[in-house]
């Protein structure tokens, strides 16, 4: 009887705790419609306003007002290009396709300029980053024996494919997921690049992309569709995971892993719990790396322990979200752009 009071406080623990962080962020839904497209991809240009490039070949502007300055279309000939990964330096918005063949563009307030292009069959890029006003990366698919790695260091204006020779090697399986362009996390010249499939692993470089790591995870793997979906690091020490089987969006085993000492060894996290499949994971600013949030189509997430232990806020599924200050930040979806206010 004694074991049995146990269990039914420790339950009520849990429970009441996961209810009271819920009712602490009651959160503000305002969504902007962007008929025929599925935006993965979103960043934030100021406090204010959010970037966001989509699966028709669409760009565009979105201030806090809910005014939108879209881009004329992207489009060559019959082509009408898939953005996924994006990017912002200076001012210059980097849009980067999925598919064959690969097509970085440059867009400004009057030039638009393809700066990269690759042609391969396998060629399939999922995401991009800048450390600094000069120096990017681009992340996609291995085309030969490792993932492709793009590299800039004039601002965007030139990019070169690192060679497999001065990257680690991937195994038969291993790629990247294209879900929300955030298989990239970056903090001062560190960057962390996430894969999935036959092969969960973290690739990293302290030097921009001159030298490279690769850790072994515990997060789910050994098929085409599990695997790690999405990084996020608050410093060079202290990082997230999470990711799952996109085919079985409620398995909950082995999907969320956090690390102490920069990607070398992860510790799994909220084990058979919520979240489950996630696409996309980002710390709280302002909150000293303890805030975390996290989206899937299933939901909207919230941890204040640093990814340990969670409580679903939404019922709203969208693919990725950036937030702009603690309390506010911008999601996207299906045919949607959303901002949030959390209380």
Not at 286 to 294: H, P, Q, R
């Amino acid at each position: 009887m004694k074991s049995n009071i146990f269990v039914l406080k420790v339950f009520l623990f849990i429970f009441g705790t996961q209810n009271m962080l819920a009712q602490e962020k009651i959160i503000s839904i305002e969504k902007i419609e962007i008929k025929g497209s599925s935006i993965r991809a979103i960043e934030l240009l100021n406090d204010s306003t959010v970037v966001f490039a989509g699966s028709i070949g669409d760009v565009g502007i979105i201030s806090n007002s809910g005014q939108i300055k879209n881009f004329k279309p992207i489009k060559i000939d019959t082509l009408i290009p898939h953005f996924r990964a994006l990017a912002i330096n200076n001012n210059n918005i980097f849009v980067l396709n999925v598919g064959n063949p690969a097509l970085l563009y440059k867009l400004n307030k009057s030039d638009l300029s393809i700066v990269y292009t690759e042609k391969h069959e396998k060629v399939f890029y999922d995401s991009m980053k800048f450390f600094d006003n000069l120096n990017g990366i681009a992340l996609g698919d291995p085309t030969d024996t490792c993932l492709s790695v793009l590299i800039t260091a004039n601002g965007g204006n030139f990019w070169t494919k690192i060679p497999c020779e001065n990257l680690p090697k991937t195994v038969e399986g291993e790629a990247a997921f294209a879900a929300s362009n955030t298989n990239i996390a970056i903090f001062g010249k560190n960057a962390w690049l996430v894969s999935g499939g036959n092969k969960s692993r973290v690739f990293h470089t302290s030097s921009m992309g001159k030298s490279w790591k690769v850790y072994e995870t515990p997060v789910i793997q050994g098929k085409s569709t599990a695997g790690i979906y999405t990084v996020d690091f608050y410093n060079k020490k202290q990082g997230i995971i999470c990711g799952g089987d996109f085919t079985d969006k409620f398995g909950n085993a082995a999907n969320k892993a956090i690390t102490k000492d920069g990607g070398k060894n992860w510790e799994v996290v909220s084990e058979n719990k919520e979240p489950h499949y996630v696409s996309c994971v980002q710390y709280v600013p302002n909150t000293k790396g303890k805030e975390v949030i996290a989206v899937s189509t299933s939901g909207i997430f919230y941890s204040k322990n640093a990814g340990r232990d969670w409580a679903k806020i939404s019922n709203e599924g969208f693919y990725t979200v950036r937030m702009s200050s603690k309390n506010t930040g911008w999601l996207s979806g299906n045919e949607v752009i959303a901002k949030f206010i959390l209380n």
